[in-house]
């Protein structure tokens, strides 16, 4: 964290499954894939340091080196409004949450618990998805269900990608050279998963996903807003239980459900380019509700300065961006197609003089962790 530059990336993948491996980049050095079993959460840590401090292809020299591990971390409820360090206390915490992020929090709370054990003493932050979504109003957060739900259960808006979202919108004004607290900001996390915020002065007032990131956009395999009332249609028509349509729309619909093609934009891409009328509706929807909720929101803020397109699809996808920006012309939106061409680079996409500004800026999570990390432990 001297300079922030990267030492190493990594992954994990298959944790208990066959054909477990670890993917270890150095930098200035050669990529390892190296496959082994990989049993539970504690041997995968114990690997990834193996290979940090590896003789050959490692980037320090002992674990003495490591001052601190930051944890991305998907839930932190209403109770974590911002990064946190680590003690018993906030595990019982993160474990109560898990009534709400059965999916997402179990293995982060794994991961924690087996960097406990192998650096023991070595102080470990959290820093969760949903903190930066915190400073939403009540009108945002509260569902328009019996308010004893919320009260009983945590039943309201969340919101996820706050790592992400946080980034960006900090990013682009220290581009644009203006305190972030005089802006108002719609930022757009497009990937497999997507998000929307609009952030005014640099507090999150509303957010595209809500209590779990089905809501929203339409995304890779989830469905995003619908009727709820189409639940009870579908399992009675379908003979479906209330798991499978809880399946149907995390991992069967989105661009995956509406193409019939896949999951992944490039490919509906392509098969859109080669007439697939089901695969050009799927890339139509997907504009269109981003462009209904920049709209939304930038009534929301009585105002919008700055957009930014972030993730796999905001930096790279070239045709979603001129798509919705081709909508935004009445926001006051100066389109520049020329510099829209770009992927994966920071780069501002407006024409100088545009009253509302947009930039591609690629999301940067792991620089937001660490720099927390660092932050938290000095
Ligand atoms: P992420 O979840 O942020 O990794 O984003 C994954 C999504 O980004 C997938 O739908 C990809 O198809 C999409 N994506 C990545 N590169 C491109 C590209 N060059 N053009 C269009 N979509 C892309």
Redesign the pocket.
């Given at each position: 964290m001297t300079d922030e530059s990267v030492l190493a990336k990594g992954l994990v993948e298959r944790i208990g499954l066959e054909g477990s491996l670890l993917t270890h980049r150095p930098e200035n050095k050669e990529k390892q894939v190296i496959y082994t079993d990989i049993p539970n959460h504690s041997v995968a840590i114990k690997l990834v340091l193996d290979a940090l401090t590896d003789a050959n292809y490692g980037v320090i020299s002992s674990m003495k080196e490591i001052d601190a591990v930051g944890h991305r971390t998907v839930h932190g409820g209403s109770t974590f409004t911002k990064s946190t360090l680590i003690n018993d206390k906030v595990i019982e915490e993160m474990e109560k949450l898990v009534a709400i992020a059965p999916l997402h929090n179990p293995p982060g709370i794994l991961g924690i618990k087996a960097c406990e054990q192998i650096m023991p003493g070595v102080p470990q932050v959290a820093v969760f998805d949903t903190a930066f979504h915190q400073t939403m109003p009540e009108a945002s957060y509260i569902y328009g269900l019996p308010y004893e739900l919320y009260e009983k259960y945590g039943i309201r808006r969340y919101g996820f990608h706050g790592t992400s979202h946080r980034y960006v919108s900090q990013r682009v004004a220290e581009i644009i050279g203006k305190p972030i607290e005089e802006l108002k900001i719609i930022t757009c996390?497009?990937?497999?998963?997507?998000s929307i915020a609009a952030i005014d002065g640099g507090k999150v007032m509303d957010t595209t996903m809500g209590f779990t990131p089905l809501e929203g956009l339409i995304m890779?395999t989830r469905s995003g807003n619908v009727d709820p009332a189409i639940i009870k249609f579908i399992m009675q028509n379908e003979h479906l239980t209330i798991d499978q349509v809880d399946e149907l729309l995390n991992k069967k619909s989105g661009?995956l459900g509406i193409s019939g093609v896949?999951?992944?934009?490039?490919?509906?891409?392509e098969a859109a380019a080669q007439g697939n009328p089901r695969a050009k509706l799927a890339i139509e929807m997907f504009n269109q509700r981003i462009v209904r909720f920049i709209g939304a929101f930038a009534a929301q803020m009585n105002g919008v300065d700055v957009i930014v397109f972030?993730?796999?699809?905001?930096?790279?996808?070239?045709?979603?961006r001129e798509a919705v920006c081709a909508k935004l012309t009445f926001l006051g939106v100066d389109f520049d197609r020329e510099a829209n061409q770009v992927?994966?680079q920071e780069r501002e996409i407006t024409k100088p003089g545009s009253k509302v500004k947009i930039f591609v800026i690629p999301?940067n999570e792991e620089l937001m962790i660490a720099r927390d990390t660092a932050q938290l432990v000095k």
């Open positions: 996390h497009l990937g497999n998963g997507s890779g661009f896949s999951s992944d934009l490039r490919n509906v891409e972030t993730a796999g699809i905001g930096e790279n996808a070239i045709e979603t992927r994966g999301t």
